[in-house]
């Protein structure tokens, strides 16, 4: 069986600095900023949140509503599943 590999684009874990609940809100900005710039180029935007504290659940919210209408959320199965049709 062949493995599809999806590039994970951000992550609450994949930082130079911890992601806290000091700085969550700070940190999703930062994620709105890429994926703004992702959306732009019509690139897609994968982030994964790990869902092990509780403050992340908001700056997750954040992030989600700082998205324009126009983007598309997907569970990354659908989303893998959706580049095994183009194949």
Same mark, same amino acid.
């Given at each position: ?12 874990? =994949? @930082? ?7 700085? @969550?809100?700070?940190?999703? =900005?930062?994620?709105? #900023?890429? =994926?703004? *710039?992702?959306?732009?180029?019509? =690139? ?11 403050? *992340? ?12 209408? #126009?983007?598309? &959320?997907? &569970?990354? #199965? #659908? &989303?893998?599943?959706?580049? *095994? *049709?183009?194949?």
């Amino acid at each position: 069986m062949p493995v599809l590999e999806i590039p994970m684009t951000i992550s609450d874990a =994949a @930082a130079s600095v911890p992601f806290t609940q000091e700085n @969550a809100l700070e940190m999703s =900005a930062l994620w709105v #900023d890429v =994926a703004l *710039k992702n959306n732009s180029n019509g =690139a897609p935007t994968v982030l994964l949140v790990h869902p092990n504290r509780g403050y *992340k659940l908001p700056a997750e919210q954040y992030f989600v509503n700082a998205m324009p209408a #126009d983007v598309k &959320f997907m &569970f990354l #199965d #659908d &989303f893998g599943d959706y580049w *095994k *049709k183009r194949e």
